[in-house]
């Protein structure tokens, strides 16, 4: 029977339908916050940090490796610092740089090491040169690294690996902040929001550092939206793919912990609020990125948490432009060629994008990368019948059609 079937769009049931969020195996140590996290090669590495119990301020020295392609994480050599929490942090050529924070005496520190993960060894380096501070913000800008912020200073510092040196910079504007985040994009700083203890609450204010010009301009604050802006501390920030995220953190006059989670656009210097993180509301959350994801972890909204979950970004932007998809095949009927049509959102990448074609049984008879407005199967030797047509990412159904075979 020559039946046109009517084209189908079928939402995937799998993660696709709820965020770009994934849980991972939780963190190998206790769980705490104000803790230190960097990605160096293909591991995350975390650790360092404390949480409060019976009165008693617990601090912690021990280092993690977490293995994305494993799931596992394993204990690694202790922090040379000795236990510390609220330390600052930045990685380069795989290479990672932990200084400042404070210590079990509750002295401030302005002590600085690195760690190179492939001896597992910790060496000390010169001294940060500021004053000792907690809650600073670290960031890389091609092979330099970046710390400045925290405990009542607005002060930035470069440092120079070839050389172990540093020099100060154009401090960040706004006046001292502690608490603040910062990441880098395409080789510009940004920092912000955090405690502003000149104004005694938390912020909303953003800012952007060109080390051409050793200059910040501001940018519009984070968290505007329809019901006002929200001010934060003690947020979790994070640069991915060319965009920057701002997530959780605290309300110092309310004591609300957050969930929401911003995506910052820096070509067009616009901030858009997405999905909540997945996990429960917190503040002091710690997220890196590596290999094209965010992982994030801990934190504390007065429980402690030792979770740790990945953002895929990529899930994520289909989350959001799922409606806008456009998926159409012709000729249906087919008979020896299928044209299928995509009509992509701009803002999704294609990479690790499939187009399948399946009998109803779910057996793949044809695979291929997926192209915009380019995509050809020969079906000439197909038996006659109804197939599904889909697009696939890392095995998840995007969007899917129904065509018949003669």
Known sequence: MKTLITLLFLLSTLSIQASGWIQQTNFGGTARHRTTMLALGNKIYAGLGHYNGAGINILFED??????????WSQKADYLGGPCYHAAAFSIENIGYVGTGRVTSNQLVKDFFKYDPTTNTWLQLTDFPGVGRRGAVGFAINNYGYIGTGTGSSDMYRYDPANDSWIIIAPVPGGARMSGVGFAIDGYGYAGTGYR?????SSSDFYKYNPALN???????????ALGTITRMEACGFS??????VLTGVNISSGNNYKDMWEFNPSSETWVQIEDFDGTARRYLSGIELNGFGYVGLGTNGTNFNDFWKFDQVLSLLDRNLESIELSAYPNPAISELNIKVDWADDVPLSNMELTLSNLNG????????????????????????YIYSIQYNGSSIKSGRIVKK
Do not use: M, R
Request: aromatic share 12%; hydrophobic share 40%.
């Open 63 to 72: 280092w993690w490796e977490f293995d994305p392609a494993s799931g596992s």
């Open 197 to 201: 203890s000149n104004l005694g609450w």
């Open 215 to 225: 200059s910040w301009t501001a940018l519009p604050d984070v968290g505007v939206g």
């Open 240 to 245: 991915l793919n060319g965009k920057g995220y």
């Open 363 to 386: 057996k793949i008879v044809a695979t291929q990368p997926l192209n915009v407005n380019n995509n050809k199967f020969d079906v000439s030797t197909l038996k006659a019948g109804n």
